[in-house]
Structure formats: C-alpha cells, structure tokens
C-alpha cells in the first residue's frame, strides 16, 4: 500500500514539475527567438503579408502571424497585454517606446539592413511644387541640417517627454499647403496628448516653410488612410512614407494609387527592430 501511495505522490509531482516547466515564457531576446511568434505593427498601406514574407526571408524564421493594429501605441498595448509577442517599428521608435516603458526591449536585426528611406507624397499634377520641394532637401541635406535634426531627435534624445510643443510661423500672403501627418512615428512624425505636432516635423516643416514660401497646415490622417486622403484631395502633401527595396514598396504603393509621387529622401534610418517585453 505504501509502495502505491509513494508511485503516486512521485507521478503527481512529475506533473506538476513537468506543467511548470512547460507554462514558462521563454524570453525573445533575439530574431531567431521570433519563430512561431505573433508580430505586430502600425497598419500601412502595403498588405501584412508582404511584411510578414519579407521578415521570415530575411531573418530564416517562421511567423505564426503578422498583424496590423491602427497605431503604435494599440500595437505596443496589444504587446503589454500578451496578444501579441513583437511589435516591429523604425529603429527610433523602438527606442522611444523602449524609454518610456521600463518592461520593454528594443533588440536589433543580426544582419545589415536595406537602408530605409522617407519621403513625402504628392500627387503627380504638382509637379512643379515637387521640384521646389526636392531642391529644398537637398539644400538641408548638403548643409547638414537634416542630419543635425536627426541626430537630436533620435541619438541625443534621452527624455522623450522634453520635446516641446511649437506651431510653424504663418508667412503673410503666401499659399497654404494642407500636410497629412499620422502622428503616430515618435519622435520623428509625433503628436503629443495636447493633439499639436511637436519635435522633428515641426521643425523640418518650418523650415521648408521659410525656403519654399508656403505655409504648412497640419492635418492628422491614420497610416492606413493617407493615401486615400492624398488622391482625394484632403491633403495636399504627405509628411512621412517609408521606401524599402526589400518590401519593393514604392511599386506596390504605385500599383493601387499610380499618379503618387515620393520626394528625395529627407530622412534615412538602416533598419527597424522588434519591441518585445523583458
């Protein structure tokens, strides 16, 4: 009896070891540790699928799924609460998010990434507008502004919470270009909890503002909608539209809305990375 009792007690305790052990969470701490994993990001207006197939050919993994969430921020919350395991952003970003909440992780790709390119959008009729516009980038790229902007507001920026609100000086007379922001790319493309673009756009726009004598007024439009909203003539202008070759997003954006131009370049990061928890 006591024999029996003890095999028992043993096969419980094996159980009970044995479902412990397979309920632990095991810690992404690199790409490879995203195979059968759930990643997320901010919706775009090239399909998810695309993403995920370039992810798992770049990085030999396979994804359980790659899912689409409106904005950063539902994104991050949706990792916070366990329905997803990643949330892939702009380097930059991951960082930002990484700063303000102190169970997050930013890791970062094992290999050299494609340089991602951003650009602003048009429409193929304001083409003489977009030659000003390209010619203004290319002053501020020459100079080093841009590179200088860049630098504050991603490398240099140790408190998110420091960029300060400011609105883009009104130039008398001039006409006045209706720019589509998101809001929702920190700190590059961010609008904070007052609703005023604040940080790096607000001082490129400015800029440009003074050398193409416009002026700039803000409208927010959602990641997902801003070419719809470009086309449709509610904004004149796109702040921010990441290019990769390796997503060929340029053609797949062209082959849904063709008569969308991209400027030159004003921004430049070499890859994105993944937000996980700690």
């Given amino acids: 009896m006591k024999k029996k009792i003890c095999m028992a007690i043993s096969l419980l305790l094996a159980v009970v070891i044995f479902s412990g052990c397979s309920s632990q969470v095991i810690k992404i701490t690199a790409y490879s540790d995203l195979n059968?994993?759930?990643?997320?990001?901010?919706?775009?207006?090239?399909?998810?699928?695309?993403?995920?197939a370039a992810v798992e050919e770049r990085y030999t993994i396979a994804l359980k799924d790659f899912?689409?969430?409106?904005?950063?921020?539902?994104?991050?919350?949706?990792?916070?609460s366990g329905q997803v395991d990643a949330v892939m952003l702009p380097d930059f970003s991951a960082e930002f998010f990484e700063k303000q909440n102190s169970d997050l992780l930013a890791i970062f790709p094992p290999i050299t990434e494609t340089k991602n390119t951003v650009h602003f959008s048009y429409l193929g009729d304001k083409a003489e507008f977009g030659a000003a516009l390209d010619a203004a980038i290319d002053e501020l790229t020459a100079d080093g502004t841009l590179d200088a902007l860049k630098k504050k507001y991603t490398t240099d920026l140790k408190d998110p919470s420091s960029i300060a609100g400011a609105e883009i000086p009104k130039i008398d007379g001039a006409a006045t270009i209706i720019v589509g922001v998101s809001g929702d790319i920190p700190p590059i493309d961010y609008i904070a909890a007052n609703g005023k673009s604040v940080g790096y756009s607000i001082e490129v726009l400015t800029l440009l503002s003074k050398k193409l004598?416009?002026?700039?007024?803000?409208?927010?439009i959602?990641?997902?909608?801003?070419?719809?909203?470009?086309?449709?003539?509610?904004?004149?202008?796109?702040?921010?539209?990441?290019?990769?070759?390796?997503?060929?997003?340029?053609?797949?954006?062209?082959?849904?809305?063709?008569?969308?131009?991209?400027?030159?370049?004003y921004l430049i990061f070499d890859r994105a990375a993944m937000l996980v928890k700690k």
């Fill in 36 to 52: 059968e994993k759930i990643v997320a990001q901010p919706a775009s207006p090239i399909p998810a699928q695309n993403f995920k």
């Fill in 67 to 80: 899912k689409f969430f409106d904005t950063s921020s539902s994104a991050v919350a949706a990792l916070k």
């Fill in 213 to 220: 004598n416009v002026n700039f007024e803000i409208k927010q």
């Fill in 222 to 265: 959602s990641n997902e909608a801003k070419f719809t909203a470009l086309v449709s003539g509610k904004v004149d202008l796109i702040f921010f539209q990441v290019l990769n070759k390796n997503l060929d997003s340029e053609n797949t954006i062209k082959s849904v809305f063709p008569n969308v131009v991209f400027s030159k370049p």
